[in-house]
């Protein structure tokens, strides 16, 4: 097949999966917690030299598999661009981090059958988040050429992704994703960190404005 066939193929596969191929979601439990580790994971690799595609429900496509989407995923040294599939054979790799985010049902049942498969196609690890309790289980392959998951323990109450080269820790009803001792923030988390810094700024000038005033009273006095 010469590379022009290739592409025509590639791009005549579906971006995207019907509803019999994966579970319902599951409101709030299943889309907040999975939106907000997607934005984390986008403006941590954004800031970084090294590239990472991240992406959401996108249709994966291996060969001699059928296809899935799962809730997160990340492909390190990949261009963060547009796509509406991933094909491995056109891109050259697999995944390397996957989470899947369900609140029990059918869901989880998919998200615990997939410890198997895909430890089978030799992603390197994979993160199941329950979003009700919000509790953590993470999987990684031993060695490369493992095709069976080892089951990670927490270390001082974190989960380390070496894939990544982040913590992830559940805090309460919160997930929190760490990079040594510094807490990663969402968009919207650092927009509200920086106008809290300019409301500190603006209370500071006021409070300066003020004594100088009064000390410009004092010296007429």
């Known amino acids: ?18 509803w019999n191929e994966m579970p319902m979601p599951e409101g709030d439990w299943h889309t907040g917690p999975r939106t907000y580790v997607w934005n984390v994971l986008r403006r941590y690799w954004a800031q970084q030299s090294r590239r990472a ?6 249709p994966i496509y291996y060969p001699e598999e059928p296809r899935f989407a799962p809730d997160l995923l990340v492909v390190l040294d990949a261009e963060q661009r547009t796509r ?28 615990d059958a997939n410890v198997q498969r895909y430890a089978r196609l030799g992603i390197p690890e994979y993160f199941i988040l329950d979003g ?3 509790t953590l289980e993470c999987y990684r392959l031993a060695t490369p050429d493992a095709r069976v998951y080892t089951r990670l323990e927490p270390q001082r109450g974190r989960y380390v992704s070496k894939v990544l080269g982040l913590d992830f820790q559940a805090e309460g009803e919160r997930l929190q994703l760490w990079t040594s001792a510094t807490p990663l923030l969402s968009y919207k988390e650092r927009v509200r960190q920086l106008e809290e810094e300019l409301q500190r700024r603006d209370d500071l000038e006021r409070q300066l404005k003020e004594l100088e005033a009064e000390l410009a009273r004092l010296r007429r006095g």
């Not at 991933?86 to 985010?101: F, I, K, R, T, Y």
């Open 53 to 58: 595609y991240v992406s959401s429900a996108l």
């Open 132 to 134: 009700r309790d919000c």
């Open 1 to 18: 097949m010469t590379a022009e066939e290739q592409a025509q193929v590639v791009e005549s596969l579906p971006g995207e999966v019907t």
């Open 84 to 111: 509406n599939k991933w094909v491995c054979s056109a891109e050259g790799h697999g995944l390397d981090w996957v989470m899947e985010v369900h609140a029990g049902g059918d869901r989880k049942t998919a998200a």
